[in-house]
């Protein structure tokens, strides 16, 4: 059964920095893509980062040139850098991880794995608060 297990949320001022962590088990982890997810009150869940397995990534819009997503193998762990963040990053994160990810999918890029509706194992996620 996929585990994943995400840390490193909590409160910072705007411009501050935070660094998510998603400790994965259960799974061959290299073989699965791997993506970081948020959702604010009232609001659907959207896309923030992802990578496959080749380490292919993709980013939202909203986050390019702040956000920077890494995975350590030997660890089974992927991270979420956050820098510059601002109040509008505040959400609920959650890391998520699917097999049938862009690599193995003739109808998908990288892009497509941003869609939560894509992943079907969840973690059940850290809460980041960004304060003006």
């Known amino acids: 059964q996929v585990q994943l297990v995400e840390s490193g949320g909590g409160s910072v001022q705007a411009g501050g920095s935070l660094k998510l962590s998603c400790a994965a088990s259960?799974?061959?982890?290299?073989?699965?893509?791997m993506g970081w997810f948020r959702q604010a009150p009232g609001k659907e869940r959207e896309g923030v980062a992802t990578?496959?397995?080749?380490?292919?990534?993709a980013y939202a819009d909203s986050v390019k040139g702040r956000f920077t997503l890494t995975k350590d193998n030997a660890k089974n762990t992927l991270y979420l850098q956050m820098n510059s963040l601002k109040p509008e990053d505040t959400a609920m994160y959650y890391c998520?991880?699917?097999?049938?990810?862009?690599?193995?999918?003739?109808?998908?890029?990288?892009?497509?794995?941003?869609?939560?509706?894509?992943?079907?194992?969840w973690g059940q996620g850290t809460q980041v608060t960004v304060s003006s």
């Open positions: 998520a991880a699917d097999v049938y990810c862009d690599t193995v999918r003739p109808d998908a890029t990288i892009a497509t794995m941003l869609r939560a509706i894509e992943y079907t194992n």
């Open positions: 259960g799974y061959t982890y290299g073989s699965y893509c």
């Open positions: 990578i496959d397995e080749n380490d292919t990534t």
